[in-house]
T-cell receptor, first 115, second 113 residues
Framework: GNSVTQMEGPVTLSEEAFLTINCTYT??????LFWYVQYPGEGLQLLLK?????DKGSNKGFEATYRKETTSFHLEKGSVQVSDSAVYFC??????????????FGQGTILTVHP | EAQVTQNPRYLITVTGKKLTVTCSQN?????MSWYRQDPGLGLRQIYY???????DKGDVPEGYKVSRKEKRNFPLILESPSPNQTSLYFC????????????FGQGTRLTVV
């Protein structure tokens, strides 16, 4: 079956530090890969996505590249801000059958950025 | 504004007392689902629906029911809640294709005592 593994958290950084959150996946076929972000007290919202191998998703200074050879989709940002403090979820969606539209999530990584 | 609305946001109830969490979306999405979020486990799918009157079990359906009588609404029903159903619940909707974004409600924090 499908699975997503994220690096253990929580992650604590100072403002302007470089961020990497690792994500690896197991899936059959050709999944799409997503990063969702959950700000305190809110629901999840899409941060970025990539739908095929070697695609790079980007948004708000965050980037992630779909690496099929290493089954990875690591999230990076060159300079984090206090406002980036949130929980980050890596997820995949597969096609067809009972996987129709379903998202499989990693366990989430709590990011705290200090001034 | 495109949105998924869940109610209530917070709920404390007692074991065995039936409850319903409502979910409504205004994007005409066919695919809707319920997830529960627990520390260290991420989000796990409870039930999903591909269209009106079409529902099926997700990964953790025990103790839950759903219905889809209208396209916009997808309520989650706990007929006899137990303490192990204490969790944060999210409703989501999407076009259902693997490449499309899912939109989430703000969550319902349920405590069963």
């Amino acid at each position: 079956g499908n699975s997503v593994t994220q690096m253990e958290g929580p992650v604590t950084l100072s403002e302007e530090a470089f961020l990497t959150i690792n994500c690896t996946y197991t899936a059959t076929g050709y999944p799409s890969l997503f990063w969702y972000v959950q700000y305190p007290g809110e629901g999840l919202q899409l941060l970025l996505k990539a739908t095929k191998a070697d695609d790079k998703g980007s948004n708000k200074g965050f980037e992630a590249t779909y690496r099929k050879e290493t089954t990875s989709f690591h999230l990076e940002k060159g300079s984090v801000q206090v406002s980036d403090s949130a929980v980050y979820f890596c997820a995949l969606a597969n096609a067809g059958g009972t996987s129709y539209g379903k998202l499989t999530f990693g366990q989430g990584t709590i990011l705290t950025v200090h001034p | 504004e495109a949105q998924v609305t869940q109610n209530p946001r917070y709920l404390i109830t007692v074991t065995g007392k039936k409850l319903t969490v409502t979910c409504s979306q205004n994007m005409n999405h066919e695919y809707m689902s319920w997830y529960r979020q627990d520390p260290g486990l991420g989000l796990r799918q409870i039930y999903y629906s591909m269209n009106v009157e079409v529902t099926d079990k997700g990964d953790v359906p025990e103790g839950y029911k759903v219905s889809r009588k209208e396209k916009r609404n997808f309520p989650l029903i706990l007929e006899s809640p137990s303490p192990n159903q204490t969790s944060l619940y999210f409703c989501a909707s999407s076009l259902g294709h693997r490449t499309t974004e899912a939109f989430f409600g703000q969550g319902t924090r349920l405590t069963v005592v």
